[in-house]
């Protein structure tokens, strides 16, 4: 079973939409969650960390945490064609500072 | 915020050199670097995790011997290929944990993209 798995994509959006990525996490210890944007041939960049169950908000995203269900979200309102990248889920080891990575989800906003 | 400066940004060398890739905290101290090897359309892969002035760990089926990693000081880990070959060529990046500079969890580099040919 793999530690970090997010739902396949690729996504595409319209322009406006609501996108919605969701992942799972096998580590029930874990508590520290990550989502990252990245673009094609560039680093990681941080969108939303969470650390507490329920929701966080910043500017167009929400991230949600369920610790009992393992899972963790992010919602991007009012999607913009500069959304368009590959968001990668990350969860913290809970005995050291190791990421883990999902596979990522490729999303496209449609113009 | 805390940045960590990641060179070369991308190389291209002959099958059979070595090659070096730099990590440097330009704020921070960073005690713990992690290096990530990210192939195309994948996602990111630690390799192994360097710590200042002890050996460096590595992810299982990573070799040692093989890739080099280097943490000689607060500000510097160095992550050196040697022996490179085709199936090396990949994207490398580097993270240090920045919670105490008042980040966010990890800091990364901008990446290496290493090519050999």
């Known amino acids: 079973q793999k530690e970090v798995e997010q739902n396949s994509g690729p996504l595409s959006v319209p322009e406006g939409a609501i996108a919605s990525l969701n992942c799972t996490y096998s580590?029930?210890?874990?508590?520290?969650f990550f989502w990252y944007r990245q673009y094609s041939g560039k680093s990681p960049e941080l969108i939303m960390s969470?650390?507490?169950?329920g929701d966080k908000e910043d500017g167009r995203f929400t991230a949600q945490l369920n610790k009992a269900s393992q899972y963790v979200s992010l919602l991007i309102r009012d999607s913009q064609p500069s959304d368009s990248a590959t968001y990668l889920c990350?969860?913290?080891?809970?005995?050291?500072?190791?990421?883990?990575f999902g596979a990522g989800t490729t999303v496209t906003v449609r113009a | 915020g805390a940045v960590v400066s990641q060179h070369p940004s991308w190389v291209i060398c002959k099958s059979g050199t070595s090659v070096k890739i730099e990590c440097r905290s330009l704020?921070?101290?960073?005690?713990?670097m992690f290096w990530y090897r990210q192939f195309p359309k994948q996602s990111l892969m630690l390799m192994a995790t360097?710590?200042?002035?002890?050996?460096?760990?590595?992810e299982q089926g990573v070799e040692k011997d093989k890739f080099l990693i280097n943490h000689a000081s607060l500000t510097l880990s160095t992550l050196t290929v040697t022996s490179a070959h085709p199936e090396d060529s990949s994207f490398y990046i580097c993270?240090?944990?920045?919670?105490?500079?008042?980040?966010?969890?990890?800091?990364f580099g901008s990446g290496t993209r290493l090519t050999v040919v």
């Open positions: 993270s240090a944990p920045d919670a105490g500079t008042g980040g966010d969890g990890y800091t």
């Open positions: 580590d029930r210890g874990s508590q520290s």
């Open positions: 969470i650390y507490s169950n």
């Open positions: 990350a969860v913290n080891s809970p005995n050291d500072y190791k990421l883990s």
């Open positions: 704020d921070f101290q960073a005690t713990t």
């Open positions: 360097s710590n200042e002035g002890s050996k460096a760990t590595y």
